[in-house]
């Protein structure tokens, strides 16, 4: 079983930029894929980016590419997402993901554990 807190979100200006992280607890966390979903008001949760257990392979949304970042630290047991330029259409709940085979899976299907989420809020 694995834990996820997420953290980090809050009330931004549009342009500026905000970094989530997310705990996980276990012994295990180096093994998982990890991912970054989102979900605003009145819409289906969507793929925003994922990283390989390794962290060599990420895979982003082309709605954040070359703004987000994802990255982790298998030592701290944290996952990152790093976003800048942020535009009010990122506002949405933010949750992240963990699945066992360790991939950077796209499929929220995919994912095996979730966090509860944390609000990012983009004012224009």
């Known amino acids: 079983q694995v834990q996820l807190v997420e953290s980090g979100g809050g009330l931004v200006q549009a342009g500026g930029s905000l970094r989530l992280s997310c705990v996980a607890s276990g012994r295990t966390f180096s093994t998982y894929g990890m991912g970054w979903f989102r979900q605003a008001p009145g819409k289906e949760r969507e793929f925003v980016a994922a990283i390989s257990w390794s962290g060599t392979s990420t895979y982003y949304a082309d709605s954040v590419k070359g703004r987000f970042t994802i990255s982790r630290d298998n030592a701290r047991n944290t996952v990152y997402l790093q976003m800048n330029s942020l535009k009010p259409e990122d506002t949405a709940v933010y949750y992240c993901?963990?699945?066992?085979?360790?991939?950077?899976?796209?499929?929220?299907?995919?994912?095996?554990?979730w966090g509860q989420g944390t609000q990012v809020t983009v004012s224009s």
């Open positions: 993901a963990a699945e066992k085979w360790g991939s950077p899976y796209s499929l929220d299907n995919e994912y095996d554990y």
